[in-house]
């Protein structure tokens, strides 16, 4: 099975979706590119696996290039493609496109089944084959660097904005407890000093920092064969996220990365994180204040919880448990 992949190479849906999948998947030949040219196809290729699609590449030309050198089309979705009304990308993103796309695939793969109801509109040859992770491989081993305060990681990029106002009343309250203030340290991590997005992520800050009054810090964002060392600080992580129809049918990866460090999550009771089985739940914003308070004072809960989920997730989320399905899915298709 000789398999190209297109995407972003430092695009972390290119990263997660094709190009680690592809590195631990058994295969002939695997060719990673951010381009897709005739000289490569000429080559001979059986697969040709794209996320949503290709930049600067119509889907009529994608056609074109599957008739004439006869490989098998595979087109993974790992976010709807109907953006909320708020999202940064609202009337940016090329909807259009990705349909087509699906449209035409000879398989679509997706990561939930709330996501698969809808490309069965549009195509009904598609699997579900989750996000997963190599966990104990490359930068997702359980490393952990040591503090004196309990340190609660968010990892995000800017179109998080929304989710991460869901924490500004909650860092008020933690601001205002002296015992919960003086034992812990808030890391936002992913900033970006594009200043095109500068106003969003100041807000981001603010919300999260609660204007600087608890003891926090930021990290720029990492590339993304590195960007897990944002966990290496983890003693909990922090997942707020708004319950919308678009937020409804993302990945549970937040929750996945920190299981690589046995790291509790504190969550919103929505999904996909509702499905999650060992995540700490926030069902109000008064459950914030109070899960992170509990996490602080009780070391034995906190490692427990953290311990749950970390076995919870390589039990049903290792990517070479995952990648059997994919590789018996692309091998029926070749055939």
């Known amino acids: 099975m000789r398999i190209i992949t297109v995407g972003q190479r430092n695009s972390g849906v290119s990263f997660h979706r094709l ?5 631990y998947l058994p295969k002939d030949y695997a060719m990673m590119t951010d381009v897709l040219t005739e000289e490569e196809l000429e080559k001979g290729y059986d697969i040709l696996f794209i996320n949503r699609y290709i930049a600067g590449m119509e889907v009529d030309e994608v056609v074109r290039l599957r008739d004439k050198y006869g490989f098998k089309l595979v087109v993974d979705v790992d976010d709807y493609w109907n953006l909320d009304a708020w999202h940064i990308l609202y009337g940016k993103y090329p909807t259009q496109k990705v349909i087509d796309h699906i449209k035409v695939a000879d398989l679509v793969t997706c990561s939930n089944n709330d996501l ?21 491989e490359d930068q997702f081993t359980d490393v952990k660097t040591e503090s ?6 968010y990892a995000g990029s800017v179109t998080h904005e929304k989710d991460i106002a869901i924490l500004k009343n909650p860092m008020k309250r933690v601001a205002g407890d002296s015992m919960v ?19 969003p992520w100041g807000r981001m800050i603010n919300d999260y920092m609660c204007g600087f009054k608890v003891d926090g810090y930021i990290r720029s964002a990492l590339p993304v064969d590195q960007y897990m060392n944002f966990y290496n600080e983890a ?3 922090l997942v707020p996220l708004v319950d919308s129809r678009f937020n409804s049918m993302k990945s549970n990866l ?10 509790p999550v504190i969550c919103s009771n929505v999904k996909p994180y509702a499905d999650c089985k060992h995540i700490i739940r926030v069902n109000n914003q008064s459950d914030w204040f109070t899960n992170i308070k509990k996490v602080i004072k009780d070391a034995i809960y906190r490692q427990e919880m953290g311990i749950a ?9 290792d990517l070479v448990k995952v990648n059997k399905l994919r590789t018996q899915i692309f ?5």
């Open 19 to 23: 190009f680690n999948p592809l590195i």
């Open 116 to 136: 698969a109801v809808h490309i069965d509109e549009l195509n009904q040859n598609w699997i579900v084959i989750p996000n997963a992770l190599p966990y104990g």
């Open 148 to 153: 004196e305060k309990i340190r609660f990681v």
């Open 181 to 199: 203030k003086n034992n812990s340290t808030f890391i936002l991590c992913g900033y970006s000093e594009d200043k095109q997005v500068a106003e």
């Open 235 to 237: 003693d909990a992580c």
């Open 254 to 263: 937040k929750v996945l990365e920190a299981a690589t460090k046995n790291a």
């Open 309 to 317: 989920n970390g076995e919870w997730c390589r039990e049903n989320f």
């Open 331 to 335: 091998n029926a298709l070749c055939q």
